[in-house]
């Protein structure tokens, strides 16, 4: 096969991690037989910097020309003081809006070689830990009218009901391919959006009957989520309720360092990227952790691509690595080997050849 991927490797880590993944990505190429083209774009601070402007429009065109796009993080203290419209993240929102890539996927999976770095009782987490988050991307709050009164200012949250229910459908299709377990966080008893939200999804379960689907208001879901993690296998929310989750989902697989994402829409396209931040702090340093940003890469061969003999090899190859012993400082515990970056992409395309 023949693919285009845009790199946005962005900022703070973000060069450092992507430069990994891509040598993971070229490694599974020259193995499968596979031919990548690679077109290099900026975003976030870096093209504050250079043009004035977080996405500039040349960015969002030869992104949106590509097959996929990977990306790294943005922002960092150097852009704290921009003005709101200039903020790196605007780059981001621009990207998933200006795209249109409503569905978010982002998988806390607790590798088995990492349950030490869990911070809930072992007991909560016995078996393993498997939870996909099916965030919707393009709506919400995030994307309403926003502003400022004489004193005081507002964000409005709205959904219209296709918007929820191609997310839903997402969702159902997921669960369809896992253990067919649906649960729909909204905060009902509350808001309007919710409560249309509700309805849409249980209109959406028709069509999955073999789907088992349940409720929960977002205060309860992040409650249960340390409670009894176990009990989730699709989670599905609208934007920000999912940006919360997400984070408190991450924490319980032990590293925010480990987990992917996938960005889609309803085409094969999608944008890719580790759910971390950009970490200014550790840039440049070789110290990152590039595996969730690997793990993107094998998101990217899957939904993006259709490889699933790639997706799997790129798992397996981090599964490897671990079991291995590598680790970065993130991950580190007593009696495993401690290593950069850099080691730790050269271990991963060790293990892929
Ligand atoms: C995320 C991030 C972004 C979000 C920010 C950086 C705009 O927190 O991808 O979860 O809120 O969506
Ligand atoms: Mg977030």
Redesign the pocket.
Known sequence: MKFTVALIPGDGIGPDIVKEAVRVLDAVALTYGHEVTYKHLIAGGEAIDQTGQPLPEETLKEASSSDAVLLGAV?GPKWDNVPSSLRP?KA??GLRGGMGLFCNLRPALLYSQLADACPLRSELVEGGLDVMVVRELTGGIYFGKRGRSEDGAYDTMSYTKSEIERIARKAFEIAMKRKKKVTSVDKANILETSRLWRATVEEVAKDYPEVELNHLYVDNASMQLVRNPKQFDVILTENMFG?IL?DEASMITGSIGMLPSASLRSDSFGMYEP?HGSAPDIAGQDKANPLATILSVAMMLRYTFSLQKEADAVEEAVRKTLDDGWRTADIFSEGTKLCGTRAMGDAVVSNIR
């Open positions: 922002g993240e981001l929102l940006d997400s759910i």
